[in-house]
């Protein structure tokens, strides 16, 4: 016994000697760290912007933790706000980086960008002043949002012509339902985009209303490409599903008050109805964990891609002078005892290469694999050309038919067919650019012209004839192509519609649901 009483009071000592030893660590940077700060005030030769140096020095140190830990300025509440109310002021539209230059790539039904009269395709010239060109879609984006209520004067090129705007800032709130549909007389479909504040019951009221209109008895909830969000809304859509008191996911963390188990607080509304959760790699955080949990308690099936993998929990802590810090202070794991997290990223901190570990994410129960073949369909996107032939096409056509009517005809293909020939596109197969590399190299390291010879005569072999490539893979291509198009006329609520008749992820989701019973 006396060897035990001796035990503890040691092992106190060590516990504490190692915490004053990290205080210590830590006090002794800090002062390196303001010191180096005093010796630039007193000595550099020209006028130095401190916060511009410090708020770079915080981010850099964060960046070197995990990539979701990050410091948040007070000036920059609205992406606070839209971090965790799906909230911000600003114009509502998507932007892209092309060319050294920011375009619109795609707008906002109903809200001040689309109400003003932008358009897809449009170059941003100046926003309130500032010069676009050069500028980075953040630097660009930053100008766009601000107060709701705010103005913001926009200078933009559209065949060639300048237009200038005044728009009004407004609170631009992502709607967490992207697309709600009836399938097959009996089969609800809904696009759930992000779990924000109040998403929930967003989802809860577009299921219900289907319930109640269409009498339907089964339902898919694709998750593709939700990133995820706040976990109490997660747990609450769980809810919907399975009995009070199911454990959903538990948190584990370096301290106490991070640890802690998820349950679902009320009881389930639809507790047998047959269910089918789509997911990809762009699946992560609050989404794996609704997949997870609902796969673990054998309530649903999963279809798709395994996840993302994004296990770490985040907290927003307030620091000095409005700002707050975003901080991973633990990670989730599912009511099997499995984590999500895929990527370790204390390896980095050891010196270690990070790599993804294949236990995390979420593995489907029916695994389907995006090909992404570096085809036709691929180069047409990479250069943009959809997209383009969209902006060109929307300016000709004042109207179409509905996302569940419209479709390409043999005259759109060649039209777009006809495009491609004037925008000079060369469709020139991965294979086939290998090869010039090789040709290259071939070449320096003075390869006998023989050999080169025999590797130029492949490279007509390898010359795509782009018009004989889309009548190959016509289906992907009217899809993407006419999804950009009617991305012009509806939006993001009738692209959903519009994808709903070709998209094989929700054809196998629904041979799923017809086959399924309740787990």
């Not at 990223?345 to 979420?362: C, N, P, S, V, W």
């Not at 060109?392 to 390409?408: C, D, G, K, N, V």
Request: aromatic residues 10%.
């Amino acid at each position: 016994m006396k060897r035990i009483f001796f035990t503890i009071p040691l092992l106190l000592l060590t516990i504490n000697m190692l915490a004053d030893t990290q205080t210590t660590r830590i006090n002794k940077n800090l002062t390196i760290y303001t010191d180096v700060m005093r010796q630039l005030d007193i000595n550099y030769v020209d006028t130095l912007n401190y916060d511009d140096l410090i708020e770079t020095s915080i981010n850099q140190m964060l960046h070197k933790i995990d990539p979701y830990t990050m410091y948040i300025p007070k000036r920059e509440d609205d992406e606070l706000r839209r971090m965790t109310q799906g909230k911000y002021g600003g114009v509502g539209s998507l932007i892209m980086y092309r060319d050294s230059n920011v375009y619109v790539n795609e707008l906002y039904e109903g809200m001040p960008a689309q109400q003003g009269g932008l358009l897809p395709g449009d170059r941003f010239v100046t926003v309130n002043g500032m010069d676009c060109s050069g500028k980075t879609t953040k630097e660009v984006s930053d100008q766009l949002r601000g107060k709701s209520g705010s103005t913001v004067s926009i200078t933009i090129e559209r065949d060639s012509q300048l237009i200038t705007k005044q728009l009004t800032r407004r609170d631009i709130h992502l709607p967490a339902v992207g697309c709600a549909a009836v399938l097959h007389d009996s089969i609800g479909y809904i696009f759930f985009n992000e779990f924000t504040t109040n998403s929930a019951q967003e989802f809860l009221m577009a299921l219900d209303s289907m319930v109640q209109a269409n009498h339907i008895t089964r339902l898919i909830i694709d998750l593709r490409g939700n990133g995820g969000g706040l976990i109490d809304e997660a747990i609450q859509m769980v809810g919907f599903f399975v009995p009070k008191g199911t454990e959903v996911v538990s948190t584990k963390g370096q301290i106490e008050r991070s640890n802690h188990t998820y349950t679902t607080q009320t009881s389930p509304i639809f507790p047998d109805m047959p269910l089918v959760v789509l997911v990809n790699g762009q699946s992560a955080s609050a989404s794996e964990i609704v997949a997870g949990a609902l796969q673990d308690l054998k309530r649903a099936t999963i279809v798709g891609e395994r996840t993302f993998g994004k296990g770490l929990v985040q907290n927003i802590r307030p620091i000095a002078y409005g700002g707050h810090l975003k901080v991973t202070t633990s990670k989730y794991y599912l009511p099997s005892g499995r984590c999500i997290q895929a990527i370790d990223y204390a390896e980095r901190q050891r010196g270690h290469q990070l790599h993804r570990d294949t236990a995390g994410g979420i593995l489907p129960d029916v695994v389907l694999t995006d090909s992404q073949k570096l085809d036709i369909t691929y180069n047409l996107y990479r250069d943009h050309l959809f997209f383009d032939y969209a902006t060109r096409y929307y300016r000709q056509h004042p109207t179409i038919a509905s996302p569940t009517e419209f479709q390409l005809t043999d005259s759109d293909i060649e039209d777009f067919c006809q495009f491609l020939d004037e925008k000079q596109f060369s469709y020139e197969t991965e294979t086939g650019r290998y090869l010039g590399e090789l040709i290259k190299m071939a070449k320096q390291e003075d390869i006998d012209s023989t050999t080169l010879a025999a590797l130029e005569a492949f490279k007509p072999r390898l010359t795509g004839d782009y018009r004989a490539a889309i009548q190959r893979n016509r289906q992907e291509v009217e899809e993407m192509l006419g999804g950009e198009i009617i991305k012009r006329y509806y939006y993001h609520r009738g692209y959903y519609t519009y994808l709903l008749k070709s998209d094989k992820y929700i054809s196998r989701a629904v041979e799923e649901t017809k086959n399924s019973h309740k787990h």
